[in-house]
């Protein structure tokens, strides 16, 4: 059974740039939002999408739905509500979870829509906002391997690289602990730089130096020059997904009894940083270098 036709659910800042590679690819896209504009904006600039009035009637039009939501409880209640996904699917069709979603609830979720003859696979991105434009997002795919074969036509225009990471809510486990990795590397090169610029150090020579060497990270690579030393703090990743993504990673650390004494130290300083920040509308995973200076009474900045 190929896949011919495609659902989104889920029209957000990722979903309303991931969409588009898959039309563009070919394949009809019925897509749904519960902000109908924002939705409506993505039909109108790209030709072979479609609006839909609900999740079941994106179902009811595609061979498998794409769901790109906040969490696990998110992409639930829109599979299993009584306007759902799974009440417009066909026995055989397909769900393919994007989300960062907690691994043990797609677990769950897959069983309750296998009982349907429904399948599902998951398959969360990385690469933020600049991927998801590029079509070159990482993706992490978990599921039965013929599902995932069926898949791969509709999941390639959006990806630059792909991994198959074993079954069923391995992708999403995989995702948590790499956003969760992350933030402690970009922890750890803010306090680095931070020592050194208080010693009288250029910021952005120790960024190149240590881009070079064994200190060498993805913050030191991605973010401290671009968005730190430049005093941007942007980038594509929201603070309260990230802050969501270390919840998850210390909760399936608790559910798989790890002992995570450093990433516990981290999270704990991520709940502080979150206090601290108050309102996080707006405000990327970056922020987390604001509190750090803050703490320091420095800026990493270079010396004028």
């Known amino acids: 059974m190929t896949v011919k036709t495609v659902g989104f659910v889920g029209i957000g800042r990722m979903g309303s740039l991931m969409s588009p590679h898959i039309s563009g690819a070919g394949f009809p896209v019925h897509i749904y939002d519960l902000n109908r504009d924002a939705a ?75 009982e349907r003859g429904i399948a599902m696979i998951d398959s969360p991105v990385s690469g933020g906002i600049v991927g998801a434009e590029a079509g070159t997002l990482t993706l ?32 999403h486990a995989l995702k948590t602990l790499n956003n969760m ?5 970009t922890m750890a090169a803010t306090e680095a730089l931070l020592i050194g610029t208080r010693f009288g150090l250029d910021p952005e020579v120790m960024t190149d130096v240590i881009s070079k060497s064994t200190g060498q990270n993805s913050a030191i690579l991605r973010t401290m020059k671009q968005q730190v030393i430049s005093r941007k703090f942007g980038g594509g990743f ?11 990673a210390l909760e399936l650390a608790h559910r798989t009894e790890t002992p995570v004494p450093l990433s516990a130290l981290a999270f704990e300083l991520n709940r502080a940083a979150n206090r601290w920040m108050g309102d996080t509308t707006g405000k990327t995973s970056t922020e987390i270098v604001r509190w750090m200076e803050a703490m320091a009474g420095t800026e990493i900045r270079k010396p004028e």
Do not use: Y
């Open 238 to 248: 929201a603070w309260d997904l990230k802050w969501k993504d270390f919840m998850i």
């Open 140 to 171: 992490m795919i978990g599921g039965e391997d013929a599902i995932v074969e069926r898949c791969l036509p509709i999941l390639e225009p959006m990806a630059g690289n792909i991994f198959r990471t074993g079954g069923v809510g391995s992708g």
């Open 40 to 114: 409506e904006a993505v039909a109108r600039a790209h030709n072979g999408i479609v609006v839909e009035d609900s999740a079941k009637a994106v179902a009811e039009a595609s061979d498998a739905v794409i769901t790109m939501l906040p969490a696990g409880p998110d992409v639930a209640s829109s599979a299993l509500d009584a306007d759902g996904i799974a009440e417009g699917f066909s026995e055989g069709d397909v769900l393919i979870d994007m989300s960062s979603s907690q691994p043990w609830m797609t677990v769950e979720l897959a069983a309750k829509l296998a």
């Open 181 to 185: 990795l992350s933030g402690l590397n």
